[in-house]
């Protein structure tokens, strides 16, 4: 480990920029190449023009990236584009002045979003294949590689909570912990930490939740459900109570996190539920606007009749404005959520609405952090350095060395047993914020 500039620039950092991102580039290209065919079919030569140019543009970020090169302004007239740039602008004042932002050379969290928006950049400039995604077809294998606990999950919930409400308060809290769990633990099925490998979700996700409790190391669970239940007993029949949820991963995760929302809207512990998705393609997995619809359409037309029953009443739920999808240029900057009130002051007017924002996975939790290298046992909500739109709660597997929270010696236990607990996706947390 070595300082640089105040950010401590950590060995899993340089193994993910040096090794991991090329490795995600060149797949990038690859699936470009293999498209080739359905581009000269959509657009003829236009399409096949494109594709190559598209390829040329990436195959040089590879090299910029494996060369440490700076880091250069981007200039595809995107509405993000003057936010990113003044990024740059702010990193480059951080150095001396001969010196420029490069890719070994500037903070991790900056440079491996900086590469996502770079490949999108790539594609804008080159119509008509300007708005391919270029990780649908990973999303779209790791759904149906999933399908077997998606059915699993999906049957769970039509079959066995289908009398909801004779539940009384004790079972219902622990459906909602049953369902907090896994809505964790779809966490773990990212495409980004395994550089676009299957890491789908084999095991069924309901069996193994006794056995996997001990990996989560904070377990705030009680704390979200007296925040719930307390809502719940409250509000008056037109009063709302509102839960957003901060979107990871498409495929598994993005299931495990519609059937939490089903379960708090059918219990109405909440009256709506708000998503909020990424406008681009991001960290391979994660879920765009398009993910999120086609999930829904992909489960209507199931010939398993508990998923196209979810899909017909999450799309109902959706009609009914009690199932809300926003996407905001936010989720998709290299900014720390405590800028979020400069930097997108409506974004965070509209979560000061929600009465909890769960936070998924593992990017939202280092910029709820700063991505700053905390001891263990700073409290979570110094960490976020007074970012608290609402009542707030991080679900995370642990994949990246940055976690705050624990208690004294909880995160040295490991050092020596497991080095890599902190980056390998076995462990993860509940972590709730309640108040400023
Ligand atoms: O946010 P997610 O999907 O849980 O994880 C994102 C991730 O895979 O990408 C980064 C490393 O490349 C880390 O933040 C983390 O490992
Ligand atoms: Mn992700």
């Given at each position: 480990?070595?300082?640089?500039?105040s950010f401590?620039?950590r060995s899993?950092?340089?193994f993910?920029?040096?090794?991991?991102?090329p490795?995600?580039?060149?797949?990038?290209i690859d699936?470009?190449?293999?498209?080739?065919?359905?581009?000269?079919?959509?657009h003829?030569?236009?399409?096949?023009?494109a594709?190559?140019?598209?390829?040329?543009?990436?195959?040089?970020?590879?090299?910029?990236?494996?060369?440490?090169?700076p880091?250069?302004?981007l200039?595809?007239?995107?509405?993000?584009?003057p936010?990113w740039?003044?990024?740059?602008e702010?990193?480059q004042n951080l150095?001396?002045?001969?010196?420029q932002?490069?890719?070994?050379?500037s903070?991790?969290?900056?440079?491996?979003c900086y590469?996502?928006?770079?490949?999108?950049?790539?594609?804008v400039?080159?119509?008509?294949?300007?708005?391919?995604?270029?990780f649908?077809?990973?999303?779209?294998?790791?759904?149906?590689?999933?399908?077997?606990?998606?059915?699993?999950l999906?049957?769970y919930l039509?079959?066995?909570?289908?009398n909801?409400?004779?539940?009384?308060?004790?079972q219902?809290?622990?459906e909602?912990f049953?369902?907090?769990q896994?809505s964790?633990?779809g966490n773990?099925?990212?495409l980004?930490?395994?550089?676009g490998e299957?890491?789908?979700?084999?095991?069924?996700?309901?069996?193994?939740?006794?056995?996997?409790k001990?990996?989560?190391?904070?377990?705030?669970?009680?704390?979200?459900?007296?925040?719930?239940?307390?809502s719940?007993?409250r509000?008056?029949?037109?009063?709302?109570?509102?839960?957003?949820?901060?979107?990871?991963?498409?495929?598994?995760?993005?299931i495990?996190?519609l059937?939490?929302?089903?379960f708090?809207?059918?219990?109405?512990?909440?009256?709506?539920?708000?998503?909020?998705?990424?406008?681009?393609?991001w960290y391979?997995?994660?879920?765009?606007?398009?993910?999120?619809?086609?999930?829904?359409k992909?489960?209507?037309?199931?010939?398993?009749?508990?998923?196209?029953?979810?899909?017909?009443?999450?799309?109902?739920?959706?009609?009914?404005?009690v199932?809300?999808?926003?996407?905001?240029?936010?989720?998709?900057l290299?900014?720390?959520?405590?800028?979020?009130?400069q930097?997108?002051?409506d974004l965070?007017?509209?979560?000061?609405?929600?009465?909890?924002?769960?936070?998924?996975?593992?990017?939202?939790?280092?910029?709820?952090?700063?991505?700053?290298k905390?001891?263990?046992?700073?409290?979570?909500?110094?960490?976020?350095?007074?970012?608290?739109p609402?009542?707030?709660?991080?679900?995370?597997?642990?994949?990246?060395?940055?976690?705050?929270g624990?208690?004294?010696?909880?995160?040295e236990?490991?050092?020596?047993?497991?080095?890599?607990?902190?980056i390998?996706?076995?462990?993860g947390v509940?972590?709730?914020d309640?108040?400023?």
């Amino acid at each position: 480990m070595y300082y640089f500039d105040s950010f401590l620039v950590r060995s899993f950092a340089y193994f993910t920029i040096k090794d991991r991102l090329p490795q995600i580039l060149t797949r990038v290209i690859d699936t470009l190449h293999r498209h080739k065919n359905e581009f000269f079919e959509e657009h003829g030569e236009k399409g096949i023009e494109a594709e190559k140019n598209t390829i040329s543009i990436l195959s040089k970020l590879r090299n910029e990236l494996q060369t440490d090169k700076p880091l250069v302004p981007l200039d595809d007239k995107l509405p993000d584009v003057p936010l990113w740039n003044q990024y740059l602008e702010y990193q480059q004042n951080l150095l001396d002045g001969n010196e420029q932002p490069s890719w070994f050379q500037s903070p991790w969290l900056y440079v491996e979003c900086y590469m996502y928006r770079r490949i999108h950049e790539a594609l804008v400039h080159n119509p008509p294949i300007d708005d391919y995604d270029v990780f649908k077809e990973a999303k779209i294998e790791s759904f149906f590689e999933s399908q077997q606990a998606i059915i699993a999950l999906c049957t769970y919930l039509q079959e066995h909570l289908k009398n909801i409400e004779d539940l009384d308060e004790k079972q219902l809290q622990e459906e909602l912990f049953k369902l907090l769990q896994v809505s964790l633990w779809g966490n773990k099925c990212d495409l980004s930490i395994s550089a676009g490998e299957d890491n789908s979700q084999k095991a069924s996700p309901l069996k193994s939740l006794d056995n996997l409790k001990t990996l989560i190391l904070v377990d705030d669970m009680e704390s979200i459900w007296s925040l719930l239940i307390n809502s719940k007993k409250r509000r008056t029949s037109i009063e709302v109570t509102r839960v957003d949820i901060v979107l990871d991963n498409a495929g598994y995760e993005l299931i495990t996190d519609l059937i939490l929302a089903d379960f708090l809207l059918s219990s109405k512990l909440v009256t709506e539920i708000h998503f909020h998705g990424k406008c681009i393609p991001w960290y391979v997995s994660d879920t765009t606007k398009q993910d999120f619809n086609w999930t829904i359409k992909q489960l209507q037309s199931a010939n398993n009749r508990w998923m196209s029953r979810c899909g017909m009443n999450w799309e109902g739920s959706i009609k009914k404005g009690v199932l809300v999808y926003h996407d905001h240029i936010f989720w998709t900057l290299p900014h720390e959520f405590c800028s979020m009130a400069q930097v997108a002051t409506d974004l965070y007017t509209e979560l000061q609405k929600s009465h909890l924002i769960i936070f998924k996975g593992d990017l939202n939790y280092r910029k709820l952090t700063g991505d700053r290298k905390w001891e263990f046992t700073v409290p979570f909500h110094q960490a976020l350095n007074k970012f608290h739109p609402a009542p707030l709660c991080s679900l995370r597997t642990l994949k990246s060395d940055v976690q705050v929270g624990l208690k004294p010696g909880q995160g040295e236990q490991f050092v020596t047993s497991e080095p890599d607990w902190m980056i390998c996706g076995k462990y993860g947390v509940v972590q709730f914020d309640a108040s400023l």
